[in-house]
T-cell receptor, first 114, second 112 residues
Framework: KAGVTQTPRYLIKTRGQQVTLSCSPISGHRSVSWYQQTPGQGLQFLFEYFSETQRNKGNFPGRFSGRQFSNSRSEMNVSTLELGDSALYLC?????????????FGSGTQLSVL | GQQLNQSPQSMFIQEGEDVSMNCTSSSIFNTWLWYKQEPGEGPVLLIALYKAGELTSNGRLTAQFGITRKDSFLNISASIPSDVGIYFCAALYPNTGNQFYFGTGTSLTVIP
């Protein structure tokens, strides 16, 4: 069974630009969560999508948004990039059948904002 | 958000030694997960715990869900060089769906 696939692996952008990251969950999984990982703040929850609906949202500004498609693939968008948005963005999938299920992570997208 | 205090922050041990790390909080959690992350990769799930007092093993790894539901520990026995990495705990606060909170990580270095 293929794992969680995130693309691209690396991105370099400049301040003010916008970026879209993609995540394909494990086959059969319907929940996709996004996390931001930085050396200073660790892993921070961004949001979770289930059946194309945002089910939970963390404390990030509105510049961070996401969506989920009918095949459970998810995209995350960051608009008006700031230097502080440089981070590893991780996607995690789970079956979504109940709270507290195991999260399986992709390898992440390393975003650098210059 | 909820705070998970993970300790120690880093460990340098000799191959063959046992390792112990833990996560504590002032809040009660429903689920504890333990992950290992290697450079350039995403976290890999090691052990999942769902009930207070639960003790679960995965090979040389053993983890426990604290009785008070506010803490968890991970032990690694007879460490080997490939155990090197950063270990994270993650916990689920009640009624937050699938929103996990993560510890700050324990960096493990194993000296051959």
């Amino acid at each position: 069974k293929a794992g969680v696939t995130q693309t691209p692996r690396y991105l370099i952008k400049t301040r003010g630009q916008q970026v879209t990251l993609s995540c394909s969950p494990i086959s059969g999984h319907r929940s996709v969560s996004w996390y931001q990982q930085t050396p200073g703040q660790g892993l921070q929850f961004l949001f979770e999508y289930f059946s194309e609906t945002q089910r939970n949202k963390g404390n990030f500004p509105g510049r961070f948004s996401g969506r989920q498609f009918s095949n459970s693939r998810s995209e995350m968008n960051v608009s008006t990039l700031e230097l502080g948005d440089s981070a590893l963005y991780l996607c995690a999938s789970s079956s979504g059948r109940g709270p507290g299920e195991k999260l399986f992570f992709g390898s992440g997208t390393q975003l650098s904002v210059l | 958000g909820q705070q998970l205090n993970q300790s120690p922050q880093s460990m340098f041990i000799q191959e063959g030694e046992d390792v112990s790390m833990n996560c504590t909080s002032s809040s009660i959690f429903n689920t504890w997960l333990w992950y290992k992350q290697e450079p350039g990769e995403g976290p890999v799930l090691l052990i999942a715990l769902y009930k207070a007092g639960e003790l679960t093993s995965n090979g040389r790894l053993t983890a426990q869900f604290g009785i008070t539901r506010k803490d968890s520990f991970l032990n690694i026995s007879a460490s080997i060089p490939s155990d090197v990495g950063i270990y994270f705990c993650a916990a689920l606060y009640p009624n937050t769906g699938n929103q996990f909170y993560f510890g700050t990580g324990t960096s493990l270095t194993v000296i051959p």
